[in-house]
Each structure stands twice: as structure tokens, then as C-alpha cells.
């Protein structure tokens, strides 16, 4: 219940955004608006983000709303996983990202490793697609669905990116302070289950 507040302002959001899609009556118009200017100020009154801001990133979209999608790249090499240190907050995480308008899960999950981490590498298959809000996550003003796709090295060498400032192999058990916005340990430790049991079933939220 401690960001009930939170749940409250992105369904306010979306249900504005959607009704802005599709209403045609000048009242109605001005009833969603009014709406989508709620959920704008209960994100500014309980977060240190500006109205401006807010309403720049979170209540500016067109269209049906639909949740984002984050696409994560999981490769192992001598038992180890890949994990970069991600510049923005310091902590470690698989590379990956938003999903990007033109690529596949699978391209996007390659291009991130290779600008991410420097390697070269080939989509190999679904892992897991988890819904952000049932793991232990930071709040976050976005419905997100995360994907974990099993890539394998074909080229390349260890080099970070313009995001991140390190990159490493760690074992289960010696895991780094890991960037929680990204990926949990819970979620890291799911990742090895397919490392040691490679016939395990997608696991779906």
C-alpha cells in the first residue's frame, strides 16, 4: 500500500491517454485532459520531480496505452554470467534496454550486448517474460514487461559502452551490488536455473 498513490496516477494516465485517443466530444475531451492533469500532480506532489518534467516523460504519449518493454540479454561463459556496471547508478546489470521501433526481441537484445559489453552475439531463445510489478523492483511511473533472452558470444571482446563503465563474468555466488532497476538477484539467480537445467520452460507472469 505504500505507493498505492503510485497505481493511482498510471491508470489515471492511461485511462486519459486512451479516452484523448478516442473522444470526439469537446467535453469529454476536456474531462480527460483534466484527468491526465490529476495524475500529473500526484506524481509531482509525492515525488522531487517537477510538473514540467512529469508531463514531458509520463503524460505525453499518444495513443493506447500499453505497458514498455525492457529486453534483457543473458550469457553465461564458464558458469559465469555477463553482467555490465551501468554509469547511471552504479550497479551491475545484464545488458539491455527499451525495446527499440524496428527491431526484434532478439535484435534488440543483441544490438544492446554489443553496445553495451563489446561482444558479438547470436539470439538463441526465450528465457522468461516477467511483469515488473511482481518482483522486487523500485516504483516506477511505467508498466513494464521485461524479457530475458538466452544470447550466445560469437565474437567481440569486453569493452563498455557509452552506458556503462565496466563489464565482468560473475559466478552465482559472487554477484555484484546490482542495479535493482534493471535486475533483481532473484531474477539473476532465475537465470542460472537455465544454466544448469537448459530444457527449464519459459516462465510467464
Known sequence: MEFKWLDW???????????????????????YEALRQMSVEIM????????????????SDNGY?????????????????LLVREKIDGGWSMPGGWSDIGYSP????????????GFDTTAVRLLAVLDKKFHNHPPSPYHVYKMFILCEITGGEATAGVETS???????????ELSIER???EQVQLMFEYLHDPSKEVVLD
Open 65 to 81: 496505452t500499453t505497458p514498455k518493454t525492457d529486453i534483457r540479454a543473458v550469457i553465461f561463459r564458464d558458469d559465469k554470467i
Open 183 to 185: 535486475n533483481t538477484v
Open 9 to 31: 496516477a498510471k491508470q489515471m494516465q492511461a485511462i486519459a491517454q486512451t479516452g484523448l485517443t478516442y473522444a470526439t466530444d469537446v467535453y469529454d475531451i476536456e474531462r
Open 106 to 117: 532478439k535484435e534488440v537484445a543483441v544490438k544492446e550486448t554489443q553496445e553495451e559489453a
Open 44 to 59: 509531482a506532489e509525492y515525488t522531487s520531480v517537477s510538473h514540467e518534467q512529469i508531463a514531458l516523460t509520463f503524460a
Open 166 to 176: 565496466e563489464v565482468g563474468f560473475f559466478g552465482i555466488d559472487e554477484l555484484p
